[in-house]
């Protein structure tokens, strides 16, 4: 896809997700202005602690009903004025069909997976209803039966049991996504509140930079 499209794909007040090029964190943030091939995104805190430079790449996620958009730019201008602000320049744009019944977050949090006998520390990197997709440093066969115990920011935790459905590398990591088939109703509603105070998030960040 072109990226000079990118303004009319994406409007102000459009959620997004925003790392620095093959790191494995995402913050989540809007998208306050578009012109032509650059997108101007609010300097939060998230932003101000990822030790950012013009010239740095950057890597953005854009989701609508029907598509995932993977989105390649650099920095071009850091403003720190009465609203501080970053201009990112695209230069790739990758468009995704969306299979997804279940919206997924992204999200950052630890968690135990569990295989038979084994345990294992992995890191989630999106989350929803119907699944979760995780960071580990050890290989699990594609079709696996597992259980996983999320911890949350408030430090209670989602318990279920699922199925590995796709395994990738990702550096020296593995990344995999899994199919929850198991959860009992006390740890879906947990889930569901987590999720919830999530959307809010994003309403709140529109309320203070937009």
């Known amino acids: 896809m072109n990226s000079a499209c990118i303004s009319k794909l994406i409007i102000p007040g459009a959620l997004i997700s925003f790392r620095i090029f093959n790191q494995t964190v995402w913050s989540l943030n809007i998208v306050s202005q578009c012109s032509g091939d650059t997108l101007n995104i609010p300097l939060t805190n998230d932003l101000m602690k990822a030790c950012l430079f013009t010239n740095t790449n950057v ?19 850091i403003e720190l004025s009465a609203s501080p602000y970053i201009n990112v320049k695209i230069d790739h744009v990758a468009a995704n ?18 295989n038979g006998n084994e345990s294992y520390y992995c890191s989630t990197s999106n989350l929803s ?33 699922g199925e590995i459905l796709r395994m990738s590398r990702e550096d ?33 960040l529109r309320n203070k930079y937009l």
């Open 129 to 161: 209803l119907g699944g979760v997709a995780f960071l580990m440093d050890r290989e699990i066969p594609v079709n696996t039966c597992c259980e996983i115990n999320i911890l949350l920011e408030d430090s209670s935790s989602v318990y279920a049991k």
């Open 97 to 114: 069909l969306n299979h997804r019944v279940f919206p997924r977050l992204d999200v950052c949090l630890p968690a135990t997976l569990t």
């Open 59 to 77: 890597e953005i996620k854009y989701k609508n009903e029907y598509f995932e958009y993977n989105i390649k730019g650099v920095i071009s201008k």
């Open 172 to 204: 020296s990591l593995y990344k995999y996504s899994m199919m929850f088939n198991f959860m009992e109703e006390e740890n879906s509603n947990r889930l569901y509140s987590y999720l919830l105070s999530l959307e809010d998030s994003y309403s709140s």
